[in-house]
């Protein structure tokens, strides 16, 4: 599937703060998660080629949101909340990670999991707990190390063969690339696999 009939029609379609305001969708989701600060918007924006996708809202506590956007076609791209905020109050940390998990465990119409991680410091306690919530349910997980453009590419593919063999051990199925919203590194190899995971099923 090329890339104008998968992007071209995306719009913003609901959002959910509690797994009860899911919406009963019938499609197929693929959905984007990451750490504060680890260039998700960015990737999600880069990606679907607009500047501010990922931004339905200027109200404050957007993140504790699933945002969904339909790309037509009962199609969903999902936005998840990011994760690894310092300065949000317990409370709030435990809700998020209950919508988080429960969304990632038991929804039925999620195809695969993107998960976005700074290529400086990939694999962090809690990018592992995020893939061990989802790793049973044997959807496949696929790794974009953002932010590539601020290695030097000797480093940059130390850090890909690092977390691949990592990956690999660890959560079958998985997969990695590079890169960078910043120099649309790696931008059309990730178009070309969710067009995949979206045309599987």
Known sequence: MSRTHLFDDVTFFASAVHERDLPASSGVEVAFAGRSNAGKSSALNALV???????????????????????????????LPGYGYAKVPGAMKQSWQEL??????????????VVLMDARHPLTPLDRQLL??????????HVLLT???????QEAARQLRGVGERLAADYHGSSVQLFSATTRQGVDD????????????
Do not use: C, M
Not at 132 to 141: E, L, S
């Open 49 to 79: 080629r607009r500047h501010r996708l990922a931004f339905v809202s200027k109200t404050p506590g957007r993140t504790q949101q699933i945002n969904f956007f339909s790309l037509g076609a009962g199609r969903f791209l999902v936005d």
């Open 100 to 113: 988080l998990s429960g969304y990632l465990q038991t929804r039925d119409q999620l195809r695969g999991l």
């Open 132 to 141: 061990d919530w989802f790793a049973p349910t044997g959807r496949p997980a």
């Open 147 to 153: 932010k590539a453009d601020k290695l030097p590419k």
């Open 190 to 201: 990730a178009e070309a696999l969710l067009a995949k995971w979206f045309d599987a099923v």
